[in-house]
Every structure is written in structure tokens, then in C-alpha cells.
């Protein structure tokens, strides 16, 4: 089937790529303008960070608030969200106690939850568990799971917008708003969530976000973003610390000390190609649409039941393997590995609640049949 969307990545063509969600993937074009932003830079390294570098980052920020509907002035970048993740919690250090607690999800990323143990483990905070189920088919299910682990020792939730093993978009709105009324702060981990669903950071008012631009929004690798409730903007300090110390929060986290930002100022253009593409509400629709047709395929196919609800879905769906395996994280990379060798199919497996799944992505390059290539293809490897 052909698909024009193809051809403006440089995917390998002998490989059926299902992974969008691991790292993206970024455009030719958008590649080409980093590669032009890396020569101005090499042209006189000096002038372009002491004088280009500065202005570009912010011009970058204000598009990208646009984009986010919210104000650049609450808006900086990092290398990627476990980045934006560490700056938040680790600007915490300095006033968790004992005798707090921090509340996330079952479905927390992993990387996130060590971060929390690291936090555990400087200051003693209790870390608390909201077991979400999942097969799952409504939003209830997630506020209750975490409403109920919220004491008055609750001083901060870290919850996803769209989930990792599981994909499954998170009704953090609702789980802000309950946050707000009881006085606990939020960090919403968006990591998957720019680019594959519309965010009005000014309307969800968390204390915190983070999100990554090089997944759903398609920008080179290292574009990632962290946004600040004005409340907490003067505590928040970025990983690194360098000259700009207590100087604010845009000054702190926009020097971090000398490294490629060119990611960064391609942002514009990433923006306008979204937009080419017909905005993220239509990039979504047709993502999804796809997403729905490869699922459908794969259950009939494999004979097996669709764990969510389809308003939990939008451009990745996890669905559970059909033979038994033990689910850890070696076996993880042994399917993955063979699926590609023999099969050459890019698509991770997913343990999650002691059993093993697979998790499917959508974007605008894939096609149906690739689908049915994966369906035809899992039953070999057993
Ligand atoms: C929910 C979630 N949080 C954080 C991350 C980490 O993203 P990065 O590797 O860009 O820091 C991921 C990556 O897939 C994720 O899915």
C-alpha cells in the first residue's frame, strides 16, 4: 500500500516500523534544518552562543507556548522529560520530609520511578502506589485508584498524561482539579503527550509539566520541555547547575552549560510541518483511525480481547500476548530482537502486571498492512 507520508522520513524501507512511541521519528526536512542551524553554529561557535544561541532559544519557546497555550515567561527546555522529571523532583530535595508523602501510578515509567526511589532514599518521603487496573474501560477507574491514595500527608502527585506500558491516556484534568482542592502539588509526566493530543497548559494549571517534543511532535532528538505553575517557578532549578543560579527561572534552565541546542531552534520549523500536516487534532484523527484498523486486525487475528476502552486510546495501543512467557525485562528484549531479525519488525513488549504485551504504535507514515504483517508474524515466534 502506498502511503506519501513515507518518504519524508528516512526510515529504513526493509524494516515495518511500529515503534513511533520508543523515540520518534524525525523528517528529512527537519533534519536538514538542524544540519544548517549546526554549520551557522561551527561558523563562529562564540558569536552563536553568546549571541544567537540565546535569542533563538527563546523564539523557540515562544512558539512552542503558543502551541501549548500558555506563556513562554513559564516555559523552558531540557534534554528530554526524565530530564524535566529530575529538575522538578530533585528542586524538592531541599523540603520533602519523613513524614511526607509523594503519590504516582502503577503505570508509572520507569525511569520516573527510580527518580522517586532516589528521592526516597535522600529524604525519607513515603512513596504511595495508585494501583490502576489495567484491562481497563473507564476514567473513574484511574481517578479512583488515586484518589484514594491521597491522605493529609499528600504533598505531591506524579502522574502521566498518556501512559507507557500501557498507553493509555490519563484523566489528569479531573486528577489536577482534585490535587488543587486539597492543597497537593502535581508533576503530569507528558512525556508521549505533545503532538498526539491538543494541551492548554494555562486551563490545566498543574504545578508542573513536562513533555517531550521528539516523540509525537516529531523533533529532533533532545527537544523536551518543562513547564512552571508561577507559584512554584522560583523553586524549580534544573539538574544541572550553572552560572545563572538564583537568577530566575528562565535564565537558570537556558544555560545549562555548553551543549548542541540546535534541536532546540528547529522547533519553528517542526511547528510549521505539524501544521502543514493539518494541525494535531487532525494528525491525531488520522493516527488514531490507522491505530483502530491495526487493532481490530491483530484481535481477530490473534483471537484476543482489547484491554481499553477506545476513548483511552490515541496513537499507541498495548494488547496482551496470546502464549505464556515470563514477563521480565530480558525476555522483553529477546522477543523485540527476534521479531526484528526474523521478521523485521521494529515493536516492543511490555511486562506489566506480571504478565507479557506488545505495544503497537500509529503515525502518518504506517499503513494497514503492516498490521496484518504483524499479526501474521507474532504467531512465529512461539
Ligand atoms: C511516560 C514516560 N515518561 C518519561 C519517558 C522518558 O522519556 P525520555 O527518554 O525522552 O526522557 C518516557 C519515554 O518513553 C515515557 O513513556
Known amino acids: 500500500m502506498q502511503n506519501p507520508y513515507k518518504e519524508l522520513w528516512g526510515l529504513d524501507p526493509s524494516i515495518v516500523f511500529l515503534n513511533h512511541g520508543s523515540f520518534g521519528a524525525t523528517p528529512k526536512s527537519i533534519l536538514a534544518t538542524q544540519a544548517r ?4 553554529m ?7 552562543n553568546m549571541e544567537i544561541l540565546p535569542q533563538m532559544i527563546r523564539n523557540s519557546a515562544e512558539r512552542l507556548a503558543t502551541f501549548l497555550h500558555t506563556s513562554a515567561e513559564q516555559l523552558v527546555f531540557v534534554d528530554n522529560a526524565t530530564t524535566g522529571v529530575n529538575a522538578v523532583l530533585r528542586s524538592l530535595l531541599p523540603v520533602l520530609r519523613p513524614s511526607d508523602e509523594i503519590v504516582t501510578t502503577s503505570h508509572v515509567y520507569g525511569a520516573v520511578w527510580q527518580t522517586l526511589q532516589y528521592l526516597r532514599d535522600s529524604t525519607g518521603v513515603r512513596l504511595v502506589t495508585a494501583e490502576v487496573p489495567f484491562p481497563i474501560s473507564h476514567n473513574d477507574e484511574v481517578i479512583n485508584a488515586v484518589k484514594s491514595a491521597l491522605t493529609p500527608a499528600t504533598k505531591l502527585v506524579v502522574v502521566d498524561h498518556i501512559t507507557s506500558p500501557t498507553g493509555i491516556l490519563f484523566p489528569i484534568e479531573e486528577i489536577i482539579r482534585i490535587c488543587q482542592e486539597n492543597e497537593i502539588y502535581t508533576l503530569i509526566d507528558g512525556a508521549h503527550a505533545p503532538g498526539n493530543v491538543p494541551i492548554n497548559l494555562d486551563e490545566l494549571q498543574p504545578s508542573w509539566y513536562t513533555g517531550n517534543c521528539h516523540k509525537w511532535m516529531c523533533a529532533p532528538k533532545g527537544t523536551a520541555f518543562l513547564w512552571t505553575s508561577k507559584e512554584m517557578a522560583p523553586f524549580t532549578h534544573p539538574t544541572v547547575i550553572s552560572h545563572n543560579y538564583k537568577t530566575g527561572f528562565i535564565p537558570e534552565f537556558d544555560w545549562t552549560g555548553t551543549k548542541d541546542l540546535t534541536s532546540i531552534l528547529c522547533l519553528p520549523d517542526v511547528l510549521d ?14 493516527n488514531k483511525e490507522l491505530l483502530l484498523k491495526g487493532r481490530d486486525i491483530l484481535t481477530s487475528s490473534l483471537g484476543i480481547e482489547a484491554p481499553a476502552s477506545v476513548s483511552f486510546l490515541t496513537t499507541m495501543a498495548t494488547l496482551p500476548l496470546t502464549f505464556e512467557i ?16 526474523e521478521r523485521s519488525i521494529q515493536m516492543p513488549f511490555m511486562p506489566f502486571n506480571n504478565k507479557m504485551w506488545f ?5 502518518l507514515y504506517n499503513t494497514e498492512d503492516e498490521y496484518q ?4 508474524s507474532l504467531p512465529t515466534l512461539f
Open 37 to 40: 542551524w549546526r554549520s551557522t
Open 42 to 48: 561551527e561558523e563562529d561557535p562564540v558569536y552563536f
Open 359 to 363: 505495544r503497537i504504535s500509529a503515525f
Open 326 to 341: 515470563s514477563p521480565n525485562e530480558e525476555a522483553k528484549l529477546q522477543l523485540n530482537k527476534r521479531l526484528r531479525s
Open 373 to 376: 504483517y504483524l499479526a501474521e
Open 273 to 286: 510541518l505539524i501544521q502543514e500536516w493539518g494541525g494535531v487534532e487532525e494528525i491525531t484523527r488520522k
